[in-house]
């Protein structure tokens, strides 16, 4: 949670509007499992018109660190755009991550879950704004140290920003604009 709180400040320094979808790991929003959670979590992006429905996650099964996207989403655009912001968000965050596995830019159906779900996340599945969810680093004892050493989690933060706001710009075509929202979770 802290990571994404990190973001929301870098971002809002830019004078971006963020819209966390959690204040907490765990919080409720009545939700009546994973996939409701992930499905009111895509609405709130939606209702916000955000530019980017941004998810970060420590938990990949794999190892490695990723950003997916919807690849097979049924709206071309949407997946275009999101495929777009997962390559400005890895070319910033690649090169700050420590000796991890970098599995890159994948699309949501090589995660476990989106092979299941017809080849999306349910959070992407739900969402009518570009998203990625940013696998940042898998949370090993190793990766944990690392993460907690000075600086390096904002240097990480900074770097996830930094791509977003060059998406930003990119959508843009102007690099002050006070922009619609950002929802991030985790």
Not at 35 to 52: G, M, Q, S, V, Y
Not at 60 to 69: E, H, K, N, V
Not at 87 to 106: D, R
């Amino acid at each position: 949670m802290s990571m994404s709180k990190q973001i929301k400040k870098v971002l809002e320094q830019h004078n971006i509007r963020v819209i966390l979808t959690h204040s907490y790991i765990g919080e409720d929003l009545g939700a009546k499992d994973a996939d409701d959670d992930n499905r009111l979590r895509a609405e709130i992006a939606n209702k916000n018109k955000a530019i980017l429905f941004l998810r970060i996650h420590f938990d990949c099964p794999s190892g490695a660190s990723a950003i997916y996207y919807p690849r097979l989403h049924p709206n071309k655009v949407l997946a275009s755009k999101s495929r777009e912001a997962a390559s400005y968000i890895w070319s910033n965050l690649k090169p700050v991550l420590p000796n991890v596995k970098k599995a890159g830019i994948l699309g949501d159906e090589k995660t476990k879950i989106g092979s299941q779900k017809g080849g999306l996340l349910v959070g992407s599945k739900f969402s009518k704004v570009p998203v990625v969810l940013i696998e940042v680093l898998p949370l090993k004892k190793e990766m944990k140290d690392w993460l907690n050493k000075k600086g390096n989690s904002e240097k990480v933060s900074e770097a996830i920003a930094e791509g977003v706001l060059e998406y930003i710009r990119h959508c843009s075509g102007q690099s002050n604009k006070k922009e619609s929202g950002i929802a991030s979770n985790k």
